[in-house]
């Protein structure tokens, strides 16, 4: 799982979002559910709380 921290997402083209929707997925949902990441591209990142710290994990939806 890739966890990103605030300055590694910030000055990027993709939005943060607070929470995940129903049409987003993590790259653990695609694998999980034998989809084909290829048919994915990265939309933007939703912020987690992990170890009192906000990070980021990136999100896909289909293309």
Partial sequence: MNLYESHEVLGTDLPIFREKTNNHYT???ILNTFQTPEDFHCCGFVQ????NRKLY???????
């Fill in 48 to 51: 987690i709380k992990k170890y």
């Fill in 27 to 29: 790259l653990e949902d």
């Fill in 57 to 63: 994990k990136s999100i896909y939806r289909t293309l």
